[in-house]
């Protein structure tokens, strides 16, 4: 599936639900997946693609579990490689070419991973890493790993940082009530990413896995906010 170029001309000032703070130059965005998938397309990496079906990876808009008039942005996959990694990507356009600009993050999510849980290779929360990244080509499975440097389970890598993990308090450890969690990174964690000559960039979320079970997750919204440097 290729994925939706979104322009960015949607601002977070002219849609619901935002409580980034921005500063005066900041281009924010906000995507409620209730409403559509607004280009964001889901890919995976990590794993033998020659081998898929074993990973159960699954994706697509559904009804949030237990709310079937609200929809997010679902993403699921059994860790049989102790290394799955499954995301959402966005292709942005308008930004000023050629330049740095500094992203800050807020994701909505529900995960039915509870905290200090035990679970194979890992904790089934904690040890599942939160990341965001950026890139000047298509976020992309390439042989067995994506074709970026997004740094290994709990390491950045030079195109994506570590921003937090799934565990969720009000989730438990036996996967049976999914609840919702919140990861902002603050203005002091800002991270840096850089638009094309064309005032392009590829943005990308996702899970770097650690746990060797079922990771499931629904993503609610994610909103970005980048300030040029």
Known sequence: MKPLAFLVGLSLLSLSGCNMELLGQDKAYNFDFNSGAHGWVAGFSDYPSDNAATYQLESGIRALPGESATKGFYISGMNRSDDLFMYLKNHFSGLEPSTKYY????????????????????????????????????????????????????????????????????????????????????????????????????????????????????YKSIEIALEPF
């Open 103 to 218: 992203a800050r993050v807020r994701l909505t999510l529900l995960s039915n991973a509870g905290t200090d849980c035990a679970g194979v290779g890992g904790a089934p929360g904690e040890s599942v890493y939160l990341k965001f990244g950026y890139a000047d080509k298509e976020p992309k499975q390439e042989g067995y790993y994506l074709n970026l440097d997004k740094g290994q389970q709990s390491e950045s890598g030079t195109q994506a940082k570590v921003i937090g993990n799934i565990a969720a308090k009000e989730a438990a450890c036996d996967g049976s009530k999914f609840a919702e969690k919140t990861v902002q990174t603050t203005t002091s964690e800002r991270i840096p990413l850089y638009s094309d000559g064309q005032g392009r960039v590829w943005v990308f979320v996702g899970t770097d896995s650690g746990y060797e079970g079922l990771t499931s997750l629904y």
